[in-house]
């Protein structure tokens, strides 16, 4: 059995990171993780998926990922993805850490 959960920690007295966890928090899923992985990735690249973004047969992936402000509408911020899922066994940990900073 695998135990669902999501959390966002922005950074104390910071209301835009607070503002984006709250988003996050409505707006991404605690069950497809292929899901948000493959959405993140397009928007912080300014593409758009057509077409199925989960369950499409990867049995594990993981990785890290930077993304500086040229893909960004804000000129001054650096995004680093951290992201892990393992479709292989029951005992897994997913996630996608988003990490954001200003330069």
């Known amino acids: 059995m ?12 910071d209301s835009a990171a607070g503002n984006l966890c709250r988003w996050l928090m409505e707006n991404t899923s605690t069950e497809f993780m292929e899901a948000n992985i493959n959405i993140t990735m397009a928007c912080l ?11 499409t047969g990867i049995e594990s992936w993981s990785g890290k990922a930077s993304f500086y402000s040229s893909n960004l509408v804000a000129g001054d911020v650096t995004i680093q993805l951290e992201y892990a899922l393992d ?7 997913d996630f996608l850490e988003i990490t954001a900073s200003a330069d």
Do not use: T
């Open 87 to 93: 479709n292989s066994g029951e005992s897994r940990e």
């Open 45 to 55: 690249q300014g593409q758009r998926i057509s077409g199925y973004v989960g369950n």
């Open 2 to 13: 695998v135990d669902h959960y999501k959390r966002c920690e922005p950074s104390e007295g």
